[in-house]
């Protein structure tokens, strides 16, 4: 039972089947069907993919609050090439991803060798990417080309590929991050940077690496929405960041670096969008929802820290 | 009359007993020294008469009066103060805002007084002849001078009880005979002290009364004359620790030279190490030894000079290159640069794999190589997924000498490795080093203790200002000696 | 031995791979990718005939999808006037979105709402990226209406609104006639919304006939009071003889008074701008503001969800089956018209 509580990924699965079975039980033909399911996967899993980036950052300990205009930014930009200039599909997905791999690396670069605080220059580029993403988009672009919206909008096995892409993203991370020795460093950044250096890791490098990685997380995300939508809005992703924080922090994050894994970034967004689900269903008005998450979020922090305690000392 | 009286304290933990049924009293203007290794109970006991634990059973008397610590604070107000080994300063105030921490003197409106503050400070300050500035911002004292404000910090409650957690640590022989007659002219007011330390020599030198205890039981209480240093080891470890022969193993290969090596601490060194030679730095706190350790392992990189192993020239620009060419380095401070909080001993063991290209993963073989290191060390425990941030430190210093041992080390720069260890985890690192040198690696050790480089080195180099002042062989060295170089003519 | 386990365990792992590599044959030969439809009219009216209701239909529940569920205009207006229509008709009402101004949330909260199958949807139409979750509750048969802002693309069965473009117009016009048709100009808004940028459009279009007329800047007071006051009190510094201001989202108005204001030029600088919220009244009986383009928002819900109601009982039949018919029962497009608030008839308005 202990063990349970003490590894979030545990702990959180069997609050969200308990979540489930409780919801089945009271929303039997409209919450537990096929249709619901898949409508909710393909909703949380633009989320669910920046959050694996963001979960690589908080395990080396930092984090990036520009993730959610690094989104907007990439699907604008690609929506701009094709919308404008007639640009491939596939050379223009291509030039958003490099675009959001450069503003990736501009915060990587800033914090990991210069030493401008994560908080300070992710903030700075929050506000930078999301300007960026207005200048390209004006109003939304729509009429995008066909191929483009079949990125997002195909669906395999009857579910939209979004949520494939998602599996995928979170497959190969998980594996990463716990296989490779490359990855696996971050663990050693994030439990303490200074003896990581001691032991030989390139720390900067690393921690830049990270960036670059989150934000083009940040940039696939964007380009799939806007693939989906059939639109690129310039308010994509706005409070994207704060949201994808507290799921990787639901997920067995912490602020201070070191812990959690990738899948419970996945079961983190999971979590919300099914309670954003499920008020949904029971027609409960968009700001509950906000303090739910709040509520579960303090909730657990207590329960680890109460955990915690009986080690001290 | 006694003043502290402590009948049958007991306390454990979650699968220790960390004390067991211990008894002890302390008479007023009494040194009373507390000894054991690390893990005998010295801490749970200091950390119970601060208030910050609560003893299952038995009872303590202070002052005649039965004592129920719910705080620190309670302690404060009953007249124990406690000096931790692990400094409670704020490093951006002041040093008078230090020792009034939380009690600043106010003026009639509420406000700081900060006149009242300054004045009150350098008269406390001036009484313990602690030459610092009551004014000056904490964050810029030297380690020594911070923990002689820690102690001001703590006299300032004008305590009837002074408990002292290892405050020689990280402080210098001159402000530890300044500490000394501190604690003497307490001594002669009446007060009483409980003087926690690993250094034998100041037990004895200080100590009135001395008891010990280990893995929580009392072993007895002594007068400090009752007692020799051999006794009292063996007292404390319960074996007769062995004390090797000095053998030198040092080889006529030189192993690592510097050649005006130099960055911007450290102005062109140049040093050669032997094949199986230990070379023992000594110096002052602040000396540059740390520093100079830093250049070779690439940590701070040079930007002049050469840097040759095996009379090849390779580039040390990250401790990354270091590691690659089988250069290691110890940190001075395991907890703030040695230790990953979250990690077990496995996955420490492992970050010595981390560096450069990506080793092929042959997990199983580490592991099993990582078990033998764990044993051979005498690691306190064979479970290698236990944390590391549970072991005691000297076993916390084994796992992490393992960790350089598994990435095959030529030259191995251990900084202060046996600070704050206990002795027996002490021999033991002793004993690995010479083995070390034995198997023809070459050996840097920083040291502050003097006898431990004067029993371990071939030869010892005398760092001060950030420069070699003097180099002694093992002949030529001696207490006195490395003294008269480190403080320089004057 | 050893060799034994090893082999043992490569040929697990042969038949591990084995397995996954028959399953990745299945999902790529066997049940293969589904591209969306090409233009997307292919499903436009076959696809629903099943709900062609004969009687009232059960558990009768009309949402309204919305985003920024709790902006003061949202709530004092559209959600007030919903709420209203369902109390008098007797019938559930129920109102989602997120909580901040989120489309892309507004679009999951629709698509999660269409598998819920409400008696029908009441869309706010925030930005033409709806269309696509429009057209799913259409494809599923469910009644859809959308108010405020029109969605090209979507093939939602009505729509109520303002014509942001004759916003814009509206505002042109009363400026050129406020300043003499000379002067300088600067307007404001949230950039990147379409309906805002038709508005734009609309003034642009107005002002180009006026060539004594000269445009300083367009800005983004992302919808809040200080921001508009900022931009305001930093373009007359830039412009001291600006002629007017006209603003297009609910804080514009606001924000450019109180600095215009502050800075001692009430009533001087002409102020037009859209909403009348008790605010944007008061300043207008001050005479700081000078005209107020207002939309009739509680008759966008309340209409909106009448031809829900309608099009769910089938009040108006005009043909055997409507649905396969191709037509839609209630009014398609419906303007609600423009409110014209001056100095004049303020009073009319004040509570």
Same mark, same amino acid.
């Given at each position: 039972m202990r063990k349970i509580l003490e590894d979030r990924i545990y702990s959180l699965s069997a609050l969200l089947v308990v979540v489930v079975a409780v919801a089945g039980l009271v929303y039997p033909d409209t919450f537990l069907t096929a249709d619901n399911f898949r409508q909710l996967l393909l909703n949380l899993s633009i989320d669910a993919i920046v959050a694996v980036g963001m979960m690589i950052l908080l395990i080396a300990g930092v984090f990036d609050l520009s993730v959610g205009s690094i989104l907007a930014f990439a699907g604008c930009l690609t929506a701009h090439l094709m919308f404008?200039?007639?640009?491939p599909v596939f050379w223009a997905v291509g030039a958003g991803l490099i675009a959001s791999g450069l503003l990736g690396f501009l915060n990587g670069y800033l914090i990991a060798?210069?030493?401008?605080n994560a908080m300070i220059q992710t903030l700075a580029m929050m506000g930078i990417a999301r300007g960026l993403a207005l200048m390209v988009s004006g109003a939304a672009i729509q009429n995008l080309p066909y191929w483009f919206g079949a990125i997002g909008q195909s669906r395999l096995l009857g579910v939209q590929m979004p949520v494939w892409y998602m599996l995928l993203i979170v497959g190969v991370l998980t594996f990463l991050m716990s296989k490779t020795v490359f990855f696996r460093r971050y663990y050693y950044i994030g439990s303490n940077e200074v003896a990581a250096a001691l032991s030989g890791i390139r720390v900067k490098r690393m921690k830049m690496i990270a960036f670059i990685i989150s934000a083009l997380l940040a940039g696939i995300a964007g380009i799939l929405l806007t693939s989906r939508l059939g639109a690129a809005l310039?308010?994509?992703?706005?409070?994207l960041e704060l949201r994808v924080i507290t799921a990787v922090i639901l997920g067995g994050a912490s602020l201070s670096g070191g812990t959690g894994r990738i899948p419970g970034a996945l079961l983190g967004a999971l979590f919300m969008g099914i309670v954003a689900n499920i008020m949904v269903i029971a027609r409960v008005s968009g700001y509950w929802q906000d303090i739910i998450v709040g509520l579960i979020l303090i909730l657990t922090l207590w329960t680890d820290q109460s955990l915690k305690k009986n080690y001290k000392l | 009359m006694e003043l502290l009286e402590i009948h049958h304290l007991s306390k454990s933990f979650p699968g220790v007993? $960390?004390? =067991? +049924?211990v008894s002890l009293a302390v008479r007023p203007g009494e040194v009373h020294a507390l000894c054991g290794e690390?893990?005998?109970?010295k801490s749970t006991l200091m950390h119970i008469l601060s208030g910050n634990l609560h003893p299952e059973t038995g009872k303590i008397v202070f002052d005649g009066k039965e004592l129920r610590l719910k705080d620190p604070l309670d302690a404060f107000r009953s007249g124990i103060s406690i000096v931790h080994q692990h400094l409670s300063l704020? =490093?951006?105030?002041s040093v008078a805002e230090n020792i009034f921490a939380n009690r600043q003197p106010v003026t009639r409106w509420g406000l700081i007084d900060f006149e009242r503050l300054y004045r009150e400070s350098s008269v406390l300050l001036e009484r313990l002849q602690i +030459?610092?500035?009551?004014? *000056?911002? *904490?964050?810029?004292?030297?380690a020594g001078q911070k923990q002689m404000v820690e102690i001001a910090k703590a006299l300032a409650r004008e305590p009837k009880l002074l408990i002292l957690d290892? #405050?020689? $640590?990280?402080?210098?022989d001159k402000e530890v005979s300044i500490l000394f007659r501190i604690i003497g002219q307490l001594r002669a007011e009446g007060r009483s002290v409980i003087y926690i330390s690993h250094r034998l020599n100041e037990i004895f030198e200080i100590a009135d009364t001395i008891t010990v205890l280990k893995d929580g039981v009392l072993q007895g209480t002594w007068?400090?004359? +009752?007692?020799?240093r051999d006794s009292l080891i063996r007292l404390m470890v319960g074996r007769n620790l062995q004390v090797q022969e000095f053998a030198s193993h040092r080889g006529?290969?030189?192993?690592l030279e510097a050649r005006n090596l130099s960055n911007s601490d450290i102005h062109a060194l140049n040093l050669k190490l032997h094949k199986g030679e230990i070379l023992g730095m000594a110096g002052l706190?602040?000396?540059?030894r740390t520093e100079i350790a830093r250049l070779l392992f690439g940590a =701070?990189? #040079?930007?002049?000079g050469e840097l040759l192993l095996n009379q090849e020239p390779v580039k040390v620009t990250h401790p990354e290159n270091a590691i690659l060419n089988g250069i290691f380095y110890l940190p001075e401070d395991r907890k703030t640069q040695?230790?990953?909080?979250?990690?077990?001993i496995e996955e420490t063991l492992f970050?010595?794999?981390? %560096?450069?290209?990506?080793?092929?993963?042959?997990v199983r073989q580490f592991r099993e190589s990582a078990a033998a290191f764990v044993k051979k060390l005498r690691? $306190?425990? #064979? =479970? %290698?997924?236990?944390?590391?941030?549970?072991?005691?430190g000297g076993n916390q210093q084994k796992v992490f000498l393992a960790k350089l041992l598994l990435g095959e080390p030529k030259v191995l720069i251990a900084d202060e #490795?046996?600070?704050?260890?206990d002795i027996g985890a002490k021999h033991d690192v002793y004993n690995l080093l010479r083995q070390l040198a034995a198997e023809g690696r070459g050996i840097i050790l920083i040291s502050s203790e003097l006898p431990e480089l004067l029993t371990l080195c071939d030869r010892i180099l005398v760092i001060r200002d950030k420069k070699i002042a003097g180099s002694l062989s093992r002949n030529e060295a001696s207490e006195s000696r490395i003294l008269e170089l480190a403080m320089g003519s004057n | 031995m050893n060799t034994d386990s090893s082999c043992n365990m490569k040929s697990k792992r042969f038949s591990r791979l084995k397995t996954v590599s028959l399953i990745w044959a299945l999902l790529v030969a066997g049940v293969s990718c589904e591209l969306p439809t090409?233009?997307? /009219?292919?499903?436009?009216?076959?696809?629903?005939? /099943?709900?062609?209701?004969?009687?009232p239909p059960e558990n009768e529940e009309y949402v309204m999808v919305t985003t920024a569920v709790t902006m003061p205009m949202y709530v004092n207006h559209d959600q007030a006037a919903f709420k209203k229509w369902g109390e008098k008709t007797g019938v559930k009402v129920s109102i989602l979105g997120?909580?901040?101004?989120?489309v892309p949330a507004q679009i999951n909260t629709l698509e999660e709402v269409i598998g819920t199958r409400p008696t029908g949807i009441l869309v706010?139409?925030?930005?033409?990226?709806l269309a696509r979750a429009i057209n799913k509750a259409v494809a599923a048969g469910i009644p859809t209406v959308v108010y405020d802002s029109d969605i090209p693309g979507g093939r939602h069965h009505a729509f109520l609104g303002t014509d942001w473009y004759e916003i814009g117009r509206m505002q042109g016009e009363e400026i050129v006639k406020l300043t003499g048709g000379k002067g300088k100009i600067a307007y404001m808004g949230i950039l990147g919304l379409s309906n805002m940028e038709d508005g734009f459009r609309g003034l642009l279009d107005v002002l180009a006939?006026?060539?004594g007329m000269q445009v300083v800047g367009k800005y983004d007071d992302k919808a809040s009071v200080e921001e508009a006051a900022r931009i305001t009190s930093d373009i007359l510094a830039a412009h001291p003889d600006l002629a007017g201001l006209c603003g297009f989202d609910s804080n514009s108005g606001p924000g450019m008074a109180l600095a215009v204001k502050e800075l001692g030029k009430g009533g001087k600088v002409k102020i037009t701008t859209v909403d009348w919220e008790p605010e944007h009244l008061s300043l207008v009986s001050q005479g700081v503001i000078h005209m107020l383009a207002g939309q009739k928002r509680e008759l966008f819900t309340w209409y909106g969800a009448q031809f829900l109601h309608d099009m769910a009982h089938g009040?108006?039949?005009?043909?055997?089956?409507d649905e396969r018919a191709g037509?839609?029962?209630?009014?398609?497009?419906?303007?609600t018209g423009l409110i014209r608030i001056t100095r004049e008839n303020v009073a009319l308005f004040l509570p």
């Open positions: 404008f200039y007639q640009v060798y210069k030493g401008i310039p308010t994509m992703g706005r409070g | 007993k $960390a004390l =067991d +049924d690390n893990g005998a109970g704020t =490093d951006t105030l +030459d610092v500035d009551p004014k *000056v911002r *904490v964050g810029t004292l030297s290892e #405050p020689t $640590a990280s402080v210098t007068p400090a004359r +009752d007692l020799t006529k290969e030189v192993l706190v602040g000396a540059g =701070d990189p #040079p930007r002049q040695s230790l990953f909080p979250h990690m077990s970050s010595a794999r981390l %560096t450069g290209k990506v080793m092929t993963g042959k690691v $306190a425990t #064979p =479970d %290698t997924a236990k944390k590391v941030a549970q072991l005691s #490795p046996t600070h704050g260890i | 090409r233009t997307g /009219e292919g499903q436009a009216a076959g696809q629903s005939d /099943e709900t062609e209701t004969a009687g997120p909580a901040d101004w989120d706010n139409g925030t930005d033409a990226a006939g006026y060539p009040t108006n039949r005009l043909s055997g089956n037509i839609t029962s209630v009014p398609e497009k419906v303007n």
